[in-house]
Structures are given as structure tokens and as C-alpha cells.
């Protein structure tokens, strides 16, 4: 039993008793009349009291009464409320995990209709939701219960802020939408974290004066939080949460665990396609696929192309075994590669039939089942080299494996350019050259370059200081797509170029000398180009490997798109994160169309034709479409460019779906809370206040009958 | 029982008396059922043989006696002043005694004109026979109604006789009103030791007394005197019409009541009256006093023609 507004009643009650007594006392206000005599009636009077037993008691029993109809007014005032959810005024952060595995269908096992883990969540959260403390009827909300809802897969959304609307918190609970995306708790944690306040603490030090507040990150003061984790326990990250001390009444940190810690899955754990380097036509899909059950299963892997299943593999997975020492379960894992032979940009999907839903198989996740590939079309880059007579890069081009390499001039270059036949080459590779500045001041049109030699001194461009002095590369980007595979430690330049990038540009530095920048990235919208300041003709590095390494990967970044497995799967999402991609700088009213169909509302592109679009929830197919330019893998379907990203789930430890018991937090362990065994609150001053009009009915019917008593 | 909002002050003997009433009551006479002693002029035979003379003895005069009785021929003869002492007359005394306390200025129709007219219509009958009437209007009156007079005595008229006195009689009854409280037992005493001669006493009151009748109608009673008390009640004193929670203020001492009116409170009153009046009517019977509880809604005519013919103070 706990009360709600014990001082408010308190202090009723120090005003209204005395009242009530004091009114008794001057009783009410009778009519005066007069009387011949009063004689008999005085008789009359004494002889009915003295007829009447406990005649000091009757006089009192009416106050008496009302007594108590007042103390059980003033108890209802109280609001006293029973309880097991201890003090109110608790501040719940509930967390709903919305994730690919809370789809698993077997939330309650004991119901035999199929009813999936975020159901049940949802479920058990608004009970608890119910039994939060009301605000009380006659003070502020400030004692009531308050809760936050976040609901999370990968990322995390609060979907109702701190209230104690509890129709407002239902609703927000209901909302929640089941996605297909892993699950990943830190981000809903440090949202909830977020609301609070620093702790700060006074370093008193050994003289016992106090220092300059101190705010430690992490370590939170405020009120306490509560919080309830709805969630079948799949959680990768969950050594990021820190749960508070527990409070005596409440742990500060609950696990209410959704679903059966048994749960059998089988799921595609990875996908990926790969075009032959040599034959960019032969393309391989890789199958990965992982059994959480402990016998062995053989399962069909179908490979869909364009929707239609073109080839049926088997994969063989044995038992999963349970981990002697730790006591979890290892999942079994197997895999299988498709060949085919396949030029064109398809849509690859890969189809596991286990049996879902099946009671005998027992696959209570559907989502992992399946996986969709976008393979681009074999393409091999078209490089062209515009030199008016270089032997070293010539050389060096020649020398890679490039199906279409054109040796022009630059004169040759302007024409091509002219003509509007400069969109078929993939990339330009100048020697000691720039392009001329077209008629309206464009150097660059759209496209990638690699210009060796010189340096870009337009807008946008970089400040030329001239030659400078023999020097050496003293550092370098290593994790650069370009530079990663190559050290440029031996590169001795015998003529610099002394270039300098202003400030605010968005020219980027890959490497630098002694002199400065001596390698460049300009990437503007359409146009990417890297500029090697020096020429190589005056170092030593035409005769490194690393030159011919450099010129390679130069082909293959700036190159775009070509037949290597970079770009065959960078159209591949994870539900839970956002589609980033460039478009075309041209692409006009772009809009993304989901898996269910339904179009995206419009997105507008970053000037540099960047657009980001979700987090997405969903596995599937996602199209982005627009009208206006094609990038080089893009599809013209009826006026409208089209870009295929494919979503998949392809996590292993979220299509282990076996609920978890316990949770391992950075600092301790928590144990499933009892199934779903959350008390309500009951309020009980309603039920005071009818004893009271019971009480005050009774007065008065023996008010009516004093006489008698 | 409520005080009378706007009570009937008669003005004039019609008020008391009307001429219909006149009628039913002129053959009317008073008699007393333990006075048998004659009146004067032989009107009422007398059963004392040869008391009818009017000397009786004499006596030495003393300072204040009436001159007029002074025989003189013995002061011829021996100088000396004596008295010629009479018989008292013998005619029958009709002595009516009315509350004139505020308690009667009560009830619809007033108890106290009741009472004005049942002493009018009483006195006049007396008058009427050549009775001797007196009346006596009992009630405290802080000044002195008469020379000598007590506070419990509000006015008295007596030695009346004859018709051609039916004015004077009317006269004092109007001039009385009804206030004040009473002091019966006081009023009584003096009563007692004021009257003369033999007859009917008649006692007009509610008898709702706080410090009790009993002392006072034990005085009045005796010593030749045929005793009536007429207890008048407002018929709201005896089916009370108040209802609610009331402070019921006594008229007289302004003793205040705290009722609330519920049906067993009526019914206890009820209870208490009743047996208040038969205490009444019981105390009158051990002291041969004739008790008569009468409402002011009965007809004068009623308690005269049958009341009171009926209990042998008229026939």
C-alpha cells in the first residue's frame, strides 16, 4: 500500500476534523417559534432521551459518523494504491527490440497460433506500461511514472518520450513496426543515456576543499532509470550497457525475455557474387548458411535469376553443438557456390527452403531464408591515354590487362570532346595535359581522370607555386583505395612541383612531400580526378613496382564500376542503415521504390548528387529511380533511370534465434525476469469513497431514526 | 399552541357576547352543588331559617371602619362609636379567575378571547340572577393594576350584581390583555384571602404551569367555595401542525426548546398531554374541584348548554 497525496490529505484533514467538530457542535440552525409553553415539550424530549439507551453515546453517534465518512474521504484524498511496483515517481526506459529475430514466430509457445516475439513484446510491455503509477488525481504529475520508448534493430528510435500518458505510451508501443534489420543495443542505450545529465563529482581532495566540478562521460547522475528490455536476448553489443546498483524495491535494469530459448533457424549467413577477372561473363555466387539446430539437416539452396529458379543446390549442415565449457550453442555452418554464366546486370536470389513454418523442421524465421544479389552487367573499363608521347605510362598501361586502351592526343581529345564521344570512355588518363577549358570556363566535363604531370589551377582547383626543389614522399594515405597496396618510401623526385590546396577546398591530399601535396583527389559531383603533381619522368619511380601497382588501382577506383567484386556487392544494404549513394548531378524527382512496391516520397540530392535514404526496415529489393543521366550500371526502364540496391540480413548471430536466459552487461548479469508477471496498480480510493456514501447513507437513516435508538 | 398572529382584542360587550348567545343562555342560572345558602331578596331560598335578618351584633369601632355602618343611637346613648355588624348577604358569590399570562394569547381561535368570552357569557348569567361576580385576571404586571393589589393579580372587578352591571363587567374583561407570566400560586393566595361570602369559583387557565397548579387550586379550594377549573386548549396545542427542526421559545419565561419534530416526537407529546390533563382532571376530583379540559374550537353555547349543565354549574 502506498500513498499518492499523503500530505495533500494531511493537511485536509488538519483543516476539515476540527471543522467538522466545531460544526457539530453549533449544530444546525433551528426555526425559532414560540410557544405557549414549552413545558410539555421539554417532557416529551426528556422523556425520549431517557427512553433511550447510551443517550451520550447517541448524541455522538452521528458525529462519530461522520467521522468517519470524513476519514475515509480523507483517505481517498490520500490515494492510497497496492501495489508491487514500490515507489512512484520511477523514471522506465522501454526498451522493444524490433529486430530481424523478434520475427521468429514463436512468441508464445504455449498459444498455437503463430504469434511472433515482438507481438509477445509488445504485448508484455503495455502490461507493464499499466501498471505504471498514474499521475494522481489532485497533484502534478511529478509522482507518477514515467516512461520512454525506444524501440531498436540496428539503429534506435524513441518512439514516445518521457510521460505518463499511459494511452500515449500504448499507442506509441503499438506503432512499433517489426523490421529485418540485426540487432545492435547501443545506440537505443546511449539515446536513453542521452536524457540524463552528467554526474558530477567534487574532488574534495586531501585538503577538503573543493575543486572545480568534474563531469565524467558515462557515468550518469539524475534520477535513476529503470530499464525494461523486451527482447529475445540476440544482442551482439550488449557489453555496452551499464546497468545502475539496483535500487532496493526495483532492479534498475530488467530483461523480460521474449521467446523460446530452443528456437530452431536456419539462415543465409552470407551472399556475394563475383565476375571472373579474366571473363568478366562467368559470375560466381556465394552461398552462406547456418544451422542453429542440433541435428543435421540437409537444405535446398535455389538460385533465382530474374525470378526464376535457374539452378537447385544441396547443402548439407551438421548438428549444432553445444560448447562443453561455456555451455552455448555453436551453430553449424556450410555453404555452396553457384556458376553461371551471366553478362547482363540480373537480380540474383537465393531461396532456402527449410521447411519454415513446418512443424516438424521448426524454422521459426522466415527472413533469413532468403537473399537477393544485384550483379551489375560484365563490363571492363575503357581507359584512354592522352599523351603527346609518353614512353613510361604508355608502357605501363599497356602492360595491365585492359580490355579497350586508346592512345590519343590531346588534339584527338578536344575533337572526341566535340563530338560528345568522350561519355564512352571511362576514363581519361592525361600525360603532362589538361584538358582545355571548354567555352563556358568547364575544364572538366563528366568523368574520371587520372592526369599525371600537372595540376588543375581553375576554380576549384589548386594554387601552382611552380618547380620546386628534388624531394621524397614522406607520407601517404595507406587506407586510400589507390595507395593502400603500394609504399611510396622509394620515390625519389628529382624536379617537385610546389602546389599548394587552398583553404576551404574540397581538394583532398593523398600524398605528400617534403614541398607539399604531391598527389591529389578532386571529386566534385560528376567529376573525379586524381593529380599527380610531379612528373614521373623526373623520379625514380617509373622504375618501382609500386608505379605500375598505382596505375593499376587507379584503373580500378576511378575506372568506376568495372568487373571486380567491390562494386558487384556495394549495392548491397543491411536493414538497419541508410541507402547512401551518388546519382547523377542532373537526376531529377528521385525517388526509391520499396520491396512491398510503394514509392518513397521524393528525395533531393546533395549538390554532389549524394542522397541518403532510411534507415531501411525491410529485406528486399530497393530501386532508386530518376530521370535524367545514367550512371554506367544503371537501367533505363520507360523514361526512368533505375539503381537496384538489394537489403539482406546475412547476420549470423541474429538468425541464432535461441532466446538468450540471461543477459551479459559490461558490469554484470541479468537473469530473464519472470515471464510477464508485472503487477497492476490498483487504485483504491474510489472504493473509500463509496464506503463513505455508504456510511453517509447510514447516518442518515439513523438520523431519521434517532429516536428509536 | 403557536402564539396568535393578529388575536382578536374585543372592544366592546358584542364581541363577547352576541345576542344569539344572549338568547341560549338568559334562562341560565348558577348553581353551586355544595352552597345552599339564600341570596338576597329571597331570589334563592335559603335553608338557614331566620338568618335573613340583617343585624347581627356589635362591635367597638376602630380607626378605617365605614362610618356609615356607626350605630348611632348606641353612640347617643353611651358616646362611645359602635359598629353595627350585618349578616353577610347571602346571595351566591360567582367568582370567575382568567390567565391573563401571555401563554393564553395562543391558538386559533385565541384561547384567551375564548376565555374573555366564556367569563362574559359566565359573569353574565350571574349578573343576570343577581349573583354576586367578580372577576380576577391572574397575571404578573410589573406596575399595579390595583391600589394594594400583588403583582400576580392583573386586575380584579368585584360586587357586581344586577344587569345594569353587564357593562362594567364587559368594560374590565376588554380592558384586560394577555401578557406576561403568571404566578398562580401567588395570585391564588390572594385570591383566597380576598373573597367573601359563598359560591362558585370558576378557574379559566391552559394549567400549563411550570411551577405547578397543585398549590394555587388547593387554596382556591374550600372554605365554602365550589371550585370549577376550566383547562382551555388551542386545538394546536392538542394535535400540534409544526414540523421541522425547531427552537420552540416559551412565551412566558422564554425558555427555549430544541426540537426536532419527528413522528415518535408527537406521539410522546400526545402521550405527555393527555396525561397531563387527566393528572389535572384527577387532581381537581381528590379536591372535589369540577376539572374540565375545553378547546377553544368548541362553541361557547356547547360548554355552557351541555359542559357545564352536565357537571351542575348551570341549570
Redesign the interface.
Known amino acids: 500500500m502506498i500513498w499518492a497525496t499523503p500530505i495533500l490529505a494531511g493537511f485536509v484533514a488538519a483543516i476539515a476534523v476540527p471543522s467538522l467538530v466545531i460544526l457539530y457542535f453549533l449544530k444546525?440552525?433551528?426555526?425559532?417559534?414560540?410557544?405557549?409553553?414549552?413545558?410539555?415539550?421539554?417532557?416529551?424530549?426528556q422523556?425520549?432521551q431517557a427512553n433511550a439507551p447510551f443517550q451520550k453515546l447517541r448524541r455522538n453517534l452521528l458525529l462519530f459518523l461522520q467521522l468517519i465518512i470524513l476519514g475515509l474521504i480523507l483517505l481517498a484524498l490520500a490515494q492510497p494504491r497496492s501495489t508491487a511496483t514500490a515507489s512512484a515517481g520511477r523514471k522506465l526506459v522501454i526498451l522493444i527490440d524490433r529486430s530481424a529475430s523478434m520475427r521468429a514466430v514463436d512468441g508464445d509457445i504455449s498459444r498455437s497460433s503463430e504469434i511472433t516475439r515482438l507481438e509477445v513484446a509488445k504485448e508484455r510491455a503495455i502490461g507493464l506500461v499499466e501498471g505504471l503509477a498514474a499521475p494522481s488525481l489532485f497533484e502534478d504529475s511529478e509522482k507518477a511514472d514515467e516512461a520512454m520508448v525506444i524501440a531498436f534493430d540496428r539503429s534506435a528510435q524513441i518512439v514516445s518520450q518521457f510521460t505518463s500518458d499511459k494511452t500515449a505510451l500504448i499507442t506509441a508501443i503499438n506503432g512499433i513496426v517489426q523490421t529485418d534489420g540485426p540487432s545492435s543495443i547501443e545506440e537505443a542505450y546511449r539515446l536513453a543515456q542521452s536524457q540524463r545529465p552528467n554526474r558530477i563529482f567534487i574532488d574534495t581532495g586531501s585538503s577538503g576543499e573543493g575543486t572545480d566540478p568534474v563531469e565524467i562521460e558515462g557515468i550518469k547522475g539524475g534520477d535513476a532509470y529503470f530499464f525494461h528490455l523486451f527482447s529475445d536476448g540476440r544482442i551482439s553489443d550488449l557489453d555496452v550497457v551499464r546497468a545502475d546498483e539496483d535500487t532496493p524495491d526495483a532492479p534498475s535494469f530488467e530483461y523480460h525475455a521474449v521467446g523460446d530459448a530452443g528456437a530452431v533457424s536456419v539462415g543465409l549467413t552470407a551472399l556475394r557474387a563475383e565476375r571472373d577477372y579474366e571473363d568478366p561473363t562467368k559470375l560466381s555466387v556465394f552461398v552462406g548458411v547456418q544451422s542453429t539446430d542440433p541435428l543435421a539437416r540437409s537444405v535446398d539452396a535455389e538460385l533465382l535469376v530474374g525470378g526464376a529458379v535457374v539452378s537447385v543446390r544441396s547443402v548439407v549442415l551438421a548438428g549444432a553443438e553445444v560448447d562443453v565449457q561455456t555451455g552455448k550453442k555453436k551453430v553449424s555452418t556450410g555453404g555452396v557456390v553457384f556458376e553461371l554464366n551471366e553478362p547482363n546486370g540480373v537480380v540474383v536470389g537465393v531461396r532456402l527452403s527449410t521447411g519454415f513454418g513446418n512443424e516438424s523442421s521448426m524454422d521459426v524465421l522466415g527472413t533469413d531464408n532468403s537473399g537477393t544479389l544485384i550483379v551489375p552487367p560484365a563490363k571492363q573499363a575503357s581507359v584512354a591515354l592522352v599523351t603527346t608521347g609518353s614512353l613510361f605510362l604508355k608502357e605501363a598501361l599497356t602492360g595491365l590487362s585492359i580490355s579497350d586502351l586508346k592512345v590519343i592526343t590531346p588534339g584527338e581529345y578536344e575533337e572526341m570532346r566535340d563530338a560528345g564521344e568522350a561519355g564512352a570512355i571511362d576514363l581519361f588518363v592525361f600525360d603532362r595535359a589538361m584538358p582545355r577549358a571548354s567555352e563556358g570556363g568547364v575544364v572538366f566535363d563528366p568523368g574520371r581522370y587520372l592526369i599525371v604531370g600537372d595540376v588543375y589551377t581553375g576554380p576549384g582547383g589548386m594554387i601552382d607555386h611552380g618547380d620546386g626543389p628534388g624531394t621524397q614522399i614522406i607520407n601517404w594515405r595507406r587506407v586510400h583505395p589507390l595507395l593502400r597496396d603500394l609504399t611510396l618510401d622509394a620515390v625519389v623526385i628529382g624536379k617537385s612541383r610546389t602546389v599548394e590546396i587552398p583553404d576551404g577546398s574540397e581538394l583532398v591530399s593523398l600524398a605528400e612531400t617534403t614541398e607539399g601535396p604531391a598527389i591529389i583527389e578532386m571529386s566534385t559531383g560528376d567529376v573525379r580526378a586524381v593529380m599527380v603533381a610531379f612528373d614521373p619522368a623526373f623520379s625514380n619511380w617509373p622504375f618501382d613496382v609500386s608505379f605500375v601497382v598505382f596505375l593499376a588501382s587507379a584503373v580500378d577506383y576511378l575506372g568506376t564500376q568495372v568487373g571486380t567484386d567491390v562494386d558487384v556487392n556495394a549495392r548491397q544494404i543491411t536493414p538497419g542503415f541508410v541507402l547512401a549513394d551518388r546519382v547523377p548531378s542532373d537526376a531529377g524527382n528521385i525517388r526509391v521504390r520499396l520491396p512491398d512496391g510503394s514509392m518513397s516520397s521524393e528525395i533531393i540530392a546533395a549538390p554532389d548528387g549524394r542522397i541518403v535514404y532510411g534507415p531501411i526496415h525491410k529485406t528486399g529489393v530497393y530501386s532508386v529511380q530518376w530521370t535524367g543521366s545514367a550512371g554506367v550500371s544503371d537501367v533505363e526502364d520507360d523514361g526512368k533511370i533505375i539503381r537496384h540496391y538489394a537489403a539482406n540480413l546475412l547476420d549470423g548471430p541474429e538468425s541464432d534465434l535461441g532466446a538468450a536466459a540471461s543477459l551479459d552487461l559490461s558490469n554484470r548479469v541479468v537473469s530473464a525476469s519472470s515471464k510477464g508477471e508485472i503487477t497492476r496498480l490498483k487504485e483504491w480510493w474510489p472504493w473509500l469513497l463509496l464506503g463513505a456514501i455508504a456510511v453517509m447513507m447510514f447516518e442518515w437513516w439513523i438520523y431519521?431514526k434517532k429516536?428509536?435508538l | 399552541m403557536l402564539r396568535s398572529e393578529n388575536p382578536t382584542r374585543p372592544a366592546t360587550i358584542d364581541e363577547l357576547l352576541s345576542s344569539e348567545l344572549i338568547g341560549k343562555i338568559s334562562h341560565l342560572d348558577v348553581s353551586s352543588r355544595k352552597i345552599f345558602a339564600g341570596k338576597l331578596k329571597g331570589e334563592r331560598r335559603s335553608k338557614k331559617r331566620g338568618e335573613s335578618v340583617e343585624f347581627a351584633d356589635h362591635r367597638p369601632y376602630t380607626t378605617g371602619d365605614d362610618l356609615r355602618h356607626i350605630d348611632w343611637n348606641i353612640y347617643a346613648r353611651l358616646d362611645r362609636f359602635f359598629m353595627k355588624l350585618f349578616m353577610e348577604e347571602e346571595d351566591l358569590s360567582l367568582h370567575i379567575v382568567i390567565d391573563a399570562s401571555a401563554s393564553s394569547d395562543c391558538g386559533e381561535p385565541n384561547k384567551f378571547l375564548y376565555m374573555q368570552q366564556v367569563a362574559m357569557s359566565l359573569g353574565y348569567i350571574g349578573l343576570l340572577n343577581l349573583n354576586r361576580v367578580a372577576v380576577t385576571a391572574v397575571g404578573l404586571r410589573d406596575e399595579l393594576v390595583i391600589p394594594g393589589g400583588e403583582q400576580s393579580i392583573a386586575g380584579t372587578v368585584r360586587d357586581l350584581r344586577g344587569r345594569r352591571r353587564t357593562h362594567d363587567l364587559a368594560r374590565f374583561l376588554c380592558s384586560m390583555t394577555p401578557e406576561g407570566g403568571s404566578d398562580f400560586s401567588q395570585a391564588c393566595k390572594r385570591i383566597a384571602m380576598s373573597r367573601r361570602g359563598k359560591g362558585v369559583m370558576i378557574v379559566l387557565s391552559d394549567f400549563f404551569m411550570k411551577e405547578g397548579y397543585e398549590t394555587g387550586l388547593r387554596m382556591l379550594a374550600g372554605r365554602g367555595y365550589d371550585v370549577f377549573a376550566i383547562q382551555v386548549l388551542s386545538p394546536q396545542e392538542v394535535e400540534p401542525d409544526i414540523s421541522g427542526d425547531l427552537q420552540l421559545r416559551d412565551i412566558e419565561d422564554g425558555d427555549m426548546a430544541e426540537v426536532t419534530i419527528s413522528a415518535p416526537l408527537l406521539k410522546k407529546y400526545k402521550e405527555n398531554l393527555s396525561a397531563y390533563c387527566q393528572e389535572l382532571r384527577d387532581f381537581c376530583a381528590r379536591r372535589e374541584i369540577t376539572g374540565l379540559t375545553i378547546q377553544t374550537d368548541t362553541p361557547i353555547d356547547t360548554l355552557l348548554v351541555e359542559y357545564l349543565r352536565k357537571r351542575g354549574l348551570l341549570r
Open positions: 444546525l440552525r433551528r426555526i425559532p417559534r414560540e410557544v405557549s409553553s414549552t413545558l410539555l415539550w421539554k417532557k416529551a424530549i422523556d425520549l431519521n429516536v428509536y
